[in-house]
């Protein structure tokens, strides 16, 4: 069974932003993440929060293992995410 993917609405709209190659690949990637998620997702200093590295992009994410959903809260280039913290 995989994983079901959900995006907070400001994570979904910094997506929407980019251009649209770079969004595709993005997209790519999570649908891997779907898949087999603990090969992509590394441990987040923040006590149960996950990131998610695509390129020069990371999503910052939390895990529901019972219901198996990952929700991606934040997702952002690498020089802003971690100051939106």
Do not use: C
């Given at each position: 069974?995989?994983?079901?993917?959900?995006?907070?609405?400001?994570?979904a709209k910094n997506l929407e932003?980019?251009?649209?190659?770079?969004?595709?690949?993005?997209?790519?990637?999570?649908?891997?993440?779907?898949?087999?998620?603990?090969?992509?997702?590394?441990?987040?200093?923040?006590?149960?929060?996950?990131?998610?590295?695509?390129?020069?992009?990371?999503?910052?994410?939390?895990?529901?293992?019972?219901?198996?959903?990952?929700?991606?809260?934040?997702?952002?280039?690498?020089?802003?995410?971690y100051k939106r913290l």
């Amino acid at each position: 069974m995989t994983w079901h993917i959900e995006w907070y609405r400001k994570a979904a709209k910094n997506l929407e932003s980019l251009p649209k190659e770079i969004r595709d690949r993005v997209v790519k990637y999570i649908d891997k993440v779907q898949q087999a998620p603990f090969n992509f997702l590394e441990h987040f200093e923040l006590k149960g929060y996950y990131k998610i590295r695509v390129g020069d992009y990371r999503a910052i994410a939390s895990v529901d293992f019972q219901n198996k959903i990952i929700s991606i809260i934040i997702f952002d280039h690498r020089k802003r995410i971690y100051k939106r913290l």
